[in-house]
Structure formats: structure tokens, C-alpha cells
């Protein structure tokens, strides 16, 4: 059965700080992979997606992700984050698009 | 935003009442889907469809039913409601890729269902 998982399930940081979210999926065939992100009230947005090719990935709002293959993972990355990150970040993939349970990020000012 | 609207966007409704959750689309996509949102648990999926009258379940299929006459309606019908179901309702909607099978999903706003 398809799956994704994503380790952490809260992260707190400080602004300026790097962040990195894991992922990590479990399922054959064609890779689809995707990160989301949900604001509070808000419904889900992508920040970006990988289907083939280069595995480092850029993204809006100055995320990138790097899909290994190998380890079956899919990393959320951003190198200096700020106070409006704050929210819930969710990894997704195959061809019923199955989320992870998300990591909610709180980026203290 | 690509063209999705649900209805209605809140609810509330007694146990083991019918309800019915409509998403319509606008951009023609093939795929379409109902997730469940509930904390803790992230999105999981209910059913979806890849196609006119053509759909399948997802992880937490029991006590909903889908139906999909038309390209552009996916229609979410909880036949007896329960508490169970209170949770916010998300349709969303795929392509179809080139070379793989599906490409991103994009979300409508959410039906905020509450079983009383």
C-alpha cells in the first residue's frame, strides 16, 4: 500500500533559523512527491513538487526539497526562516496523492 | 486558484441524517478527490475518481459513498451521519501528466461538516 510519513509532528525555531522536515515514502511505480502548506483558516497550498529529473527542487516562498532516491526520502528545506512560515506543512505523493500526517512549524519572532 | 468551489462551506447536521458534499470544478481535470482533515491525523483520503462514474476508495471509505455523473462534479454523500464524521472536508482536483499518472493537486476552500 502506498504511504508517506513524515517524522516530526511540531517544530518550534527561531527566526533566522534553517529548517529541514523529513519525508519519507513508501510505494512503486511513479514517483510523485509534493510539499504543502496550510495557513491557519486556510486551505492547502503547493510549495512545490518533484516528478523527475534534478532531485533538488526549488519552491515558492523560498523552500526546496531534495528527493533521494535511495532513501526514499523527500526533505523540506529553507535556509533562514521567518515569523510567517508559521503554519502546518504536509508531504504527499503517488497516484492517490496520500498525505503524510503533517508537521505544524511555529517560528517564534 | 484553479476553479474549485464545495458546498455548502459549513454545516451542521444531527445523527443518522443524509448529507451530501458537493465539489465542482472548472478546469476540466480528470482526477478528482475527497479528503478528510482532522487533527493529528493530517489529510486522509476517502475516495476519489479518475474519471466520468469511475471511482475508487481511499484509506477511510467506510459510511461515505461517491458519485460522478459529470467531468465537473464530484458529489461526497455520508448516507447516515455520525459524530465520527465531524471534520473539515476538502475536494481537490489533478491532471492527468505526459509520462506519469497524475500531476498536483489543487484544493478547494473545505466544508467544515459538524454531526450534532
Known amino acids: 500500500a502506498q504511504s508517506v510519513s513524515q517524522h516530526n509532528h511540531h517544530v518550534i525555531l527561531s527566526e533566522a533559523a534553517s529548517l529541514e522536515l523529513g519525508c519519507n515514502y513508501s510505494?512503486?511505480?511513479?514517483?510523485?512527491l509534493f510539499w504543502y502548506v496550510q495557513y491557519p483558516g486556510q486551505h492547502l497550498q503547493l510549495l512545490l513538487k518533484y516528478f523527475s529529473g534534478d532531485p533538488l527542487v526549488k519552491g515558492i516562498k523560498g523552500f526546496e526539497a531534495e528527493f533521494i532516491k535511495s532513501k526514499f526520502s523527500f526533505n523540506l528545506r529553507k535556509p533562514s526562516v521567518q515569523w510567517s512560515d508559521t503554519a502546518e506543512y504536509f508531504c504527499a505523493g503517488g497516484d492517490k496523492i496520500i498525505f503524510g500526517k503533517g508537521t505544524r512549524l511555529h517560528i517564534l519572532p | 486558484d484553479a476553479g474549485i468551489t464545495q458546498s455548502p462551506r459549513h454545516k451542521v447536521t444531527e445523527t443518522g441524517t443524509p448529507v451530501t458534499l458537493r465539489c465542482h470544478q472548472t478546469?476540466?481535470?480528470?482526477?478528482m478527490y475527497w479528503y478528510r482533515q482532522d487533527p493529528g491525523h493530517g489529510l486522509r483520503l476517502i475516495h476519489y475518481s479518475y474519471g466520468v462514474k469511475d471511482t475508487d476508495k481511499g484509506e477511510v471509505s467506510d459510511g461515505y459513498s461517491v458519485s460522478r455523473s459529470k467531468t465537473e462534479d464530484f458529489l461526497l454523500t455520508l448516507e447516515s451521519a455520525t459524530s465520527s464524521q465531524t471534520s473539515v472536508y476538502f475536494c481537490?482536483?489533478?491532471?492527468?501528466?505526459?509520462?506519469?499518472?497524475?500531476?498536483?493537486?489543487?484544493f478547494g476552500q473545505g466544508t467544515r461538516l459538524t454531526v450534532v
Open positions: 510505494y512503486g511505480g511513479t514517483v510523485n
Open positions: 481537490a482536483i489533478s491532471g492527468a501528466g505526459l509520462d506519469r499518472g497524475v500531476t498536483e493537486a489543487f
Open positions: 478546469e476540466n481535470h480528470r482526477y
